[in-house]
């Protein structure tokens, strides 16, 4: 880091700090979190040191961005949509259409068969017939700890801290984010499927709304430098705690909690 940055210095470490909290609270001692450290440290150095990509497409920060804007194209382009309004099978590579290209219209730079190949390992895509693939579900979702997986945890510890300390600061008022969380302390265990459902349907539905609003106003030319936009979005999820950690010692509340 380039010195005179002091505050993305105490940025960055709240974000350390953050992690390193969720590790100690899953019970993961020191020395043991000290490893994880040192070893990531040393791979990455030794990545840099024989590899010149780094910054090309196909790195952990940009891949989940871009397999998301994949499969948003592949559901709403409708050269992509047969006569039912399905994604069309398209090919792993080659030219269009197939998810090669696709991957390619969002960045034309670095490896996109890296990319096609990390979607199929994740379970994104799913082959039909003759070579055809289509996608799996309308969004990515990936249940293993795929390294980007894991860099998409880090980026949204990241994201919501600096949505704090933006919507704190003196200087936010105009461009102030949403920050809010709904909540109880005493949801009774027998509706624990029911919140499940209902999250899960109305949290898709608002995120749907704002995916089309923010896709609507993507710059049109993917070669600005000058003005390569900003990265924005917003992130939901839903939890539960565990039993113990959720009601402690403190007596039920009357009341539900309503939004902040």
Same mark, same amino acid.
């Given at each position: %880091?380039?010195?005179?940055?002091?505050?993305?210095?105490?940025?960055?470490?709240?974000?350390?700090?953050?992690i390193?909290?969720?590790?100690?609270?899953?019970?993961?001692?020191a020395?043991?979190?000290l490893? #994880?450290?040192t070893?990531?440290?040393?791979?990455?150095?030794?990545?840099?040191?024989?590899?010149?990509s780094?910054?090309?497409?196909?790195?952990?920060?940009?891949?989940?961005a @871009?397999?998301?804007a994949?499969?948003h194209k592949?559901?709403?382009?409708a050269?992509?949509?047969?006569s039912?309004? *399905?994604?069309?099978?398209?090919?792993? #590579?080659?030219?269009?259409p197939?998810i090669?290209?696709?991957?390619?219209?969002?960045?034309?730079?670095?490896?996109a068969?890296?990319?096609?190949r990390? %979607?199929?390992?994740?379970?994104?895509v799913?082959?039909?017939s003759r070579?055809?693939y289509?996608?799996?579900? *309308?969004?990515?979702?990936v249940?293993?700890?795929?390294?980007?997986?894991?860099?998409h945890?880090?980026?949204?510890v990241? *994201?919501?801290?600096?949505?704090?300390?933006?919507?704190?600061?003196?200087?936010s008022?105009?461009?102030?984010?949403i920050e809010?969380?709904?909540g109880?302390r005493?949801?009774?265990?027998?509706?624990?499927?029911?919140?499940?459902?209902?999250?899960?349907?109305h949290?898709?539905?608002?995120?749907?709304?704002?995916?089309?609003?923010?896709?609507?106003?993507?710059q049109?030319?993917?070669s600005?430098?000058?003005s390569p936009g900003?990265?924005a979005? @917003?992130?939901?999820?839903a #939890?539960v705690?565990?039993k113990?950690?959720?009601?402690?010692?403190?007596?039920?509340?009357?009341?539900?909690?309503?939004?902040?």
């Open positions: %880091m380039k010195e005179g940055t002091g505050q993305d210095s105490k940025y960055f470490e709240a974000i350390l700090g953050s390193i909290d969720f590790l100690l609270l899953g019970g993961v001692d020395a043991t979190i490893s #994880y450290v070893k990531h440290l040393e791979r990455k150095a030794i990545a840099a040191a024989t590899s010149t780094l910054g090309s497409a196909e790195t952990l920060s940009e891949a989940d @871009i397999a998301a994949v499969l592949w559901f709403r382009d050269r992509l949509l047969d039912r309004t *399905r994604p069309k099978p398209l090919s792993l #590579y080659g030219r269009a197939s090669e290209s696709l991957v390619r219209s969002e960045r034309p730079k670095g490896s068969k890296s990319l096609v990390t %979607m199929r390992a994740l379970g994104l799913e082959g039909v070579g055809k289509v996608p799996k579900s *309308r969004v990515a979702t249940s293993s700890l795929h390294p980007i997986v894991i860099e945890v880090a980026k949204s990241g *994201r919501y801290l600096r949505t704090v300390s933006q919507n704190t600061s003196k200087k008022h105009k461009t102030r984010l809010r969380f709904a109880v005493d949801l009774p265990e027998k509706d624990l499927h029911a919140f499940c459902e209902f999250s899960q349907k949290g898709t539905a608002f995120l749907s709304g704002v995916d089309d609003w923010l896709e609507t106003r993507r049109k030319s993917r600005a430098v000058n900003l990265a979005g @917003i992130h939901v999820f #939890y705690e565990e113990s950690a959720a009601t402690g010692s403190a007596k039920p509340s009357r009341r539900p909690a309503r939004p902040a």
